[in-house]
């Protein structure tokens, strides 16, 4: 019995063999199904990639065309650094143009005195007298002739010294502001220092004839810097204060707010000569300021207009490549901040010395030009 289960097993795992060894399709008729090929182009690509673009390619942008590649492209900013240079350019034309002539009259002068040395003494008097009268110092009618040369004012002399030097003390100054504790000192010494320095550029050009002379004010003078550059924080909380209290009130930026900043901008100039050179709390009355600004009205604005110009040279000058060198750009930077220092400031002085008569701050009359 057992026997005959082991036979009866036997049979049917043989069979279930060959059922599954047997060949699918003996008699060769049906053929398997053959795997469909698809041709890839381009443009059957390109119509996948239409429709399902990849995530790093939807924002791709497309290359330009070989035929119009743009191999220089002018942006508006490189027209205004175009413009701004041209403009100064012929202001130090004109400059060295008229300096040419005075120079071409003083020659004609000392021949004329040559040639009358055969004159009486009487003659020769009347001439000298007439002649030799010190040169036409700056005044209303002759200012813009100057104006051009305070471009050069920092190139020229012993000026070019303490341009270099200013800017190594202030870039050394400037670093040492990061010490922890005293970097705050070292800040407070510093905007004291400069407004020192902007006092001294302006009774520099108010006082002396030579256009290459200057002189460091006193670095051990600091209470009279402090109390300059404490007269300079309230002339400009006067000027900028009201948009200030405006913007804080309303929390907008309007017509307004934006009138109150021009207007404050408008009066600064005129705030910065009166600190310097008349000083004390009289210098900080608004009711002076703007009878100033009324008796000098038109050249106070084409002077404005000189200084806006100025500064925009100084925004343009600070993005040269050359201001972002590690270390030597840092010093670079401070040589820019130092020049324009100078000529700002020598314009004001200048612009001061040239209507002072009308100005009247010292009671000049007009018998003292």
Same mark, same amino acid.
């Given at each position: 019995?057992?026997m ?33 090929v698809?041709?890839?182009?381009n ?9 399902h ?6 924002n ?15 942006r508006w ?10 403009l100064?350019?012929?202001? %130090? ?6 300096k ?13 005195v ?22 036409t110092? %700056? ?46 000192i ?7 220092y ?23 004010p ?40 934006f009138?109150?900043?021009? %207007? ?8 910065t ?16 300021i703007?009878?100033s ?13 000189f200084?806006?110009?100025?500064q925009?040279?100084?925004?343009l000058?600070?993005r ?9 750009g840092g ?36 018998n003292?030009?």
């Amino acid at each position: 019995m057992k026997m005959r289960r082991i036979l009866l097993s036997g049979v049917v795992l043989f069979f279930s063999c060959q059922f599954a060894w047997a060949d699918p399709n003996p008699s060769g008729d049906q053929k398997q199904p053959e795997r469909s090929v698809t041709k890839l182009d381009n443009q059957s690509i390109e119509e996948f990639l239409a429709a399902h673009p990849p995530e790093n390619l939807r924002n791709t942008p497309q290359a330009a065309p070989e035929g119009k590649k743009e191999v220089f492209r002018l942006r508006w900013q490189d027209g205004l650094v175009a413009g701004v240079a041209a403009l100064l350019i012929a202001l %130090i034309a004109i400059y060295n143009k008229n300096k040419a002539s005075a120079k071409r009259e003083k020659k004609e002068r000392e021949e004329s005195v040559q040639k009358s040395m055969g004159l009486s003494e009487g003659e020769k008097k009347v001439i000298q007298e007439s002649e030799s009268a010190p040169p036409t110092a %700056i005044n209303e009618k002759n200012y813009w002739r100057y104006v051009p040369g305070v471009l050069l004012y920092p190139l020229k002399g012993q000026v070019v010294f303490a341009t270099i030097g200013g800017a190594i003390f202030f870039a050394a100054m400037n670093v040492a502001m990061y010490a922890p504790f005293y970097g705050l000192i070292v800040l407070i010494m510093f905007f004291c220092y400069w407004v020192g320095c902007m006092v001294s550029i302006i009774e520099t050009a108010v006082s002396v004839e030579r256009e290459d002379a200057f002189d460091w004010p006193d670095f051990m003078a600091w209470f009279d810097w402090i109390g300059k550059a404490v007269l300079m924080v309230l002339s400009w909380v006067l000027c900028y204060g009201p948009a200030a209290a405006y913007y804080f009130y309303f929390k907008r930026y309007d017509l307004i707010f934006f009138a109150l900043v021009v %207007i404050g901008g408008f009066i600064a100039p005129m705030y910065t000569l009166a600190v310097s050179l008349v000083g004390g709390l009289s210098s900080l009355n608004i009711v002076n300021i703007f009878k100033s600004i009324g008796c000098t009205f038109v050249p106070y604005v084409l002077t404005l207009i000189f200084l806006v110009l100025t500064q925009a040279l100084n925004l343009l000058v600070n993005r040269i490549p050359l201001v972002f060198i590690p270390i030597w750009g840092g010093l670079f930077k401070w040589l820019i901040f130092v020049y324009f220092l100078f000529v700002n400031m020598r314009l004001l002085g200048l612009f001061y010395k040239a209507h002072r008569l009308k100005l009247r701050w010292y009671g000049e009359d007009e018998n003292d030009a």
